[in-house]
Structures are given as structure tokens and as C-alpha cells.
């Protein structure tokens, strides 16, 4: 079984300022991914960044990045220069390479500031 | 290239009904998933299609059901509807099911039962 863990329900930050979303996971497979979402209030899931368990580097896709620390069982979402338009829910998630059943966080209701 | 779509967008039901939602892929995509998001539960992953075939399942009633079509295209149906079903119904395909593959989600379908 896997398990996602967020731990901050609400965040606010301040726009142009960078925020870390705090994930950590638990899981028995042994290769794995690791994948954020961003939800605005409109509904859609908007995939933002993929990390292999098995990924030497960690993922970055423009203003994401993922702190990824396997030994602590922890993805974190670092997002830079915070826009407006981030505003949203951000998920993490996480799948069995075998296997396409994501399993989600709670997630994190992010708030940018003008 | 199009992406996701399920409709409708939103679906008002009664108790004891039963509804169909539809959700066409991204156009070579043959994996098919379903999720429920509701304020309670979060986000929790009800099927799979894959080419036709159920390849995984969640832990729900079997009054929801699946199928896919030849073209990828599937639909989800909910037969007698209860209170608690109401719900965002998420869609996503993917290419296949291994490694890094990506989900991409639709816009969902909101469903109220009353």
C-alpha cells in the first residue's frame, strides 16, 4: 500500500517569493514516481513535475523543482518567483512503476500575495 | 493536440438514479483512469482501462462500473445514486502504464445528487 502524506493544509506567500510544499510518502515497491499536480478552482488536475525513484538528479520544469530525498521519504515542491496565478490546490502523488493507480495527498491550498 | 475532455461538466441527479459520464482521451492514448474527489475522502482512484480491459480497480461499490471503447474513449456509470456520491469525477489518460508515464487529466464532471 502507498501512502501520501501533506502536512500543510494552507500556505500563503508573498508574489516574486519562493515556497516550498512539503510531501512525504511511504511505500513498499521498490521503484516508484512521484508527481505533483496543481488544481485551480476551476476543477482540472494540471500535471506540474515527474521524479523516478530511481532519478540520480532532481526534476525541475521551469519555476518547479522537486526536492527529492529518498532515505527521508520526502518530495517536496519548490516553486520560484510565486505568481498570482499560482494560486491554487497542489497535490503529490505517487504510482508503482507496475502499475498506473495514482495515490494521492490531502494537498495544499497555496495563496500568493500582491 | 486536444487534450482530455469528459462531459458533461456538471450533472444534476436524484437519489436512485443512475448517470453516465464520458471521457475521450488524449488522441494515442489508451490508458483510461477514473477518480472521485470529494471534500471528505480527497482524491481516490476508481478504475482503469487499458485497450478494453479493466486492468485495475479501487475499493468501491459495484454500483460504479467502467467500459472502454475501441477508440480509448470510456465511460463511467453510477447506478443507484446515493447522497454520497456526489462528487468531481476526474478523467486521465496516458500512453501506457509504466515508469514516468505522465497522467493528464480532464476537466472533470461535477456531479450533485439530491
Known amino acids: 500500500a502507498q501512502k501520501i502524506t501533506q502536512t500543510q493544509p494552507g500556505m500563503f506567500v508573498q508574489e516574486k517569493e519562493a515556497v516550498t510544499l512539503d510531501c512525504t510518502y511511504d511505500?513498499?515497491?521498490?521503484?516508484?514516481?512521484l508527481f505533483w499536480y496543481k488544481q485551480p478552482s476551476s476543477g482540472e488536475m494540471i500535471f506540474l513535475i515527474y521524479?523516478?525513484?530511481?532519478?540520480?538528479q532532481n526534476a525541475t520544469e521551469g519555476r518547479y523543482s522537486l526536492n527529492f530525498q529518498k532515505a527521508r521519504k520526502s518530495a517536496n515542491l519548490v516553486i520560484s518567483a510565486s505568481q498570482l496565478g499560482d494560486s491554487a490546490m497542489y497535490f503529490c502523488?505517487?504510482?508503482?512503476?507496475?502499475?498506473?493507480?495514482?495515490?494521492f495527498g490531502g494537498g495544499t491550498r497555496l495563496m500568493v500575495k500582491p | 493536440k486536444a487534450g482530455v475532455t469528459q462531459t458533461p461538466r456538471y450533472l444534476i441527479k436524484t437519489r436512485g438514479q443512475q448517470v453516465t459520464l464520458s471521457c475521450s482521451p488524449i488522441?494515442?492514448?489508451?490508458?483510461v483512469s477514473w477518480y472521485q474527489q470529494t471534500p471528505g475522502q480527497g482524491l481516490q482512484f476508481l478504475f482503469e482501462?487499458?485497450?478494453?480491459?479493466?486492468?485495475n480497480k479501487g475499493n468501491f461499490p459495484g454500483r460504479f462500473s467502467g467500459r472502454q471503447f475501441s477508440n480509448s474513449r470510456s465511460e463511467m456509470n453510477v447506478s443507484t445514486l446515493e447522497l454520497g456520491d456526489s462528487a468531481l469525477y476526474l478523467c486521465?489518460?496516458?500512453?501506457?502504464?509504466?515508469?514516468?508515464?505522465?497522467?493528464?487529466f480532464g476537466a472533470g464532471t461535477r456531479l450533485s445528487v439530491l
Open positions: 482501462y487499458f485497450s478494453e480491459t479493466q486492468r
Open positions: 488522441s494515442g492514448h489508451r490508458s
Open positions: 521524479q523516478g525513484s530511481y532519478d540520480q
Open positions: 511505500t513498499s515497491d521498490p521503484s516508484y514516481g
Open positions: 502523488a505517487m504510482k508503482p512503476n507496475a502499475g498506473n493507480m495514482l495515490t
Open positions: 486521465a489518460s496516458s500512453s501506457s502504464g509504466g515508469g514516468g508515464n505522465i497522467q493528464y
